[in-house]
């Protein structure tokens, strides 16, 4: 086998399109779980002092998950519409390969971002129900501005995926 060969093997438009479906799915569901691990503590924190307030900080815990669903729709849409998933093997170009991988890249990048941003807002707002325990509505909503971006990632991402042109 020469270079050219291996080389035209690994960087195949099906493996370029599969490593956009690993990195959306990759990156935005490690910061999902950095997130959740990031409230989680905070709210173990509380949890010691208000065994209580248990559903109203898993309710922040579970708001850096999200970015992980995104990822994974985002990666289950490259697969399907690459046509990966058929079952036929799907033959793409390099260049049609090119265009999932950077389809995938919004949502992947912005998501293990923001994951871990929202957590920040999140842990706070663990503190500010600590502290005020009918304030949960505040905290939920400052955490959700910065969910903000994430969708726009994932919309910018399915945007580029559904209107393929192959």
């Not at 291996?6 to 990759?26: D, E, I, K, P, T």
Request: no cysteine; charged share 5%; hydrophobic share 55%.
């Amino acid at each position: 086998m020469t270079i050219a060969e291996f080389l035209s093997m690994v960087f195949s438009g099906q493996n370029l399109a599969l490593l956009g479906a690993f990195l959306a799915a990759g990156l935005a569901g490690a910061g999902s779980a950095i997130g959740v691990g990031i409230v989680g503590q905070a709210g173990a924190g509380l949890l010691t002092e208000q065994p209580n307030m248990f559903g109203k900080a898993l309710l922040l815990q579970a708001l850096p998950a999200t970015q992980g669903i995104y990822g994974l729709i985002t990666a289950f849409m490259i697969m399907i519409t690459s046509g990966i998933m058929s079952g036929t093997g799907a033959e793409l170009t390099i260049a049609q390969g090119g265009y999932f991988l950077m389809a995938s890249l919004p949502v992947g990048i912005v998501g293990f971002v923001s994951a871990k941003h929202q957590a920040k807002v999140s842990a706070a707002g663990v503190s500010l129900i600590a502290k005020q325990k009918n304030e949960v509505g505040k905290a939920i909503t400052s955490s959700a501005l910065v969910e903000t971006y994430a969708i726009f990632a994932l919309l910018v991402s399915l945007l580029l995926i559904i209107f393929y042109k192959g």
